[in-house]
């Protein structure tokens, strides 16, 4: 029998373009039984956020300011271009509409629904100031050398 | 004998930096005689959009303006910093032209004759409300999973 | 005995934040005895250029204007968004400095001396008129074909 391929993906972005090309990769590497890892780095904290639980408890000045204007949640990310204070977005997402695609919220309640692996990188989330607990559920911590160790089992690696 | 190499490449940029760097690299492959494909996402589309085969019919009102705004082909493209309006383009094509490096149409039409395959992201194309026919010829329609099924037979894969 | 694994990073991009995600995989990598090896192209040049090193000899007026408008060196590069002219920046070195996290240099100083390899894009650097003697030591040139078949060797390959 042929080992199971696998998919590693680090999201580093916080664009809500490029975390759907994310989600959309790791949802099908799913239906095509993959397996699938997302590590999430730096701005990709952005999508794992979960708007409902922000807390200022026990942070500096600076972890409360990075809190309040970096983006909370999937549908707050912004373009990667074109975002034009918002105007492109939400033309993007009324086209997705248009052809009943799925929001990035629903693709990323999938993505976890189908058994992609969702990891948080330990460094990031210290040092912009974020709590495991202001994070969506089922996100696991993990280091660099982590991330390292479960790529080297996977058949493709990407940066995003 | 060696089973012949293979990189994979999805350009999702639309930055005339990073085609030019997509674009070397398929190249550089193909004189090393390895297999190539690149798959074109999100704006790496407007790097293939043919100028002068654009169309407004059947397109909703959001699908002509993001026609009508995204870059028309790859002399249309932006950099990705430093652009200042296209004076910074225009000084870094200036450069190229000073070293006798191609341009990117140069690169583009390179790539195609050396026999990089280049295929379309179905999704994008349906989101993005263009058509293959307003694409350069030579372009087959891939999905994500026919991507990734691509991607799991080649050595190196990026995500541009 | 098993073969050593090898990472192999493109740093194309010149921001603050990717470079420190490039430069941590890297060490960790080599923590975990890893090959390593970093082809820095186009914008990521601006991480190893030494900023006591600049020079205008030689050089045609566009060259002269990207060598003083272009970053010079790891704590000038600005962060890939919220950078707010610098402001955003700072408060993320502050926040780095909070939780004793080194400084891009550090990082930078750390990969040299744990064995990870520089290389730099011979194009790149021709193409944006700088000298390999405007850059940090112990880097050497290669080509986009050299950059190819060193990745060939290696077990994860990423384009940042």
Same mark, same amino acid.
């Given at each position: 029998?042929? /080992?199971? /391929?696998?998919? $590693?993906?680090?999201?580093?972005?916080?664009?809500?373009?490029?975390?759907? !090309?994310?989600?959309?990769? !790791?949802?099908?590497?799913?239906? =095509?039984?993959?397996?699938?890892?997302? &590590? &999430?780095?730096?701005?990709?904290?952005?999508?794992?956020?979960?708007?409902?639980?922000? $807390?200022?408890?026990?942070?500096?000045?600076?972890?409360?300011?990075?809190?309040?204007? !970096?983006?909370?949640?999937?549908?707050?990310?912004?373009?990667?271009?074109?975002?034009? !204070?918002? #105007?492109?977005?939400?033309?993007?997402?009324?086209?997705?509409?248009?052809?009943?695609?799925?929001?990035?919220?629903?693709?990323?309640?999938?993505?976890?629904?189908?058994?992609? $692996? &969702?990891? #948080?990188?330990? =460094?990031?989330?210290?040092?912009?100031?974020?709590?495991?607990?202001?994070?969506?559920?089922?996100?696991?911590?993990?280091?660099?050398?982590?991330?390292?160790?479960?790529?080297?089992?996977?058949?493709?690696?990407?940066?995003?």
């Amino acid at each position: 029998m042929e /080992k199971e /391929k696998k998919l $590693s993906l680090i999201l580093f972005s916080g664009d809500y373009d490029k975390a759907m !090309a994310a989600l959309i990769l !790791a949802n099908s590497a799913r239906e =095509l039984n993959m397996k699938v890892s997302i &590590f &999430f780095a730096f701005w990709g904290l952005c999508l794992i956020r979960d708007p409902e639980k922000m $807390s200022l408890e026990d942070k500096t000045v600076y972890e409360k300011m990075l809190g309040m204007t !970096a983006p909370k949640g999937p549908e707050d990310l912004p373009l990667s271009r074109m975002n034009m !204070a918002g #105007i492109g977005k939400a033309m993007l997402k009324q086209m997705m509409e248009d052809q009943d695609a799925p929001n990035l919220s629903a693709f990323l309640k999938g993505a976890q629904k189908k058994g992609v $692996s &969702f990891y #948080i990188c330990k =460094l990031s989330l210290e040092i912009m100031g974020f709590t495991l607990e202001e994070m969506i559920p089922d996100v696991k911590i993990m280091t660099a050398k982590d991330y390292l160790q479960d790529a080297l089992e996977a058949d493709i690696e990407l940066f995003i």
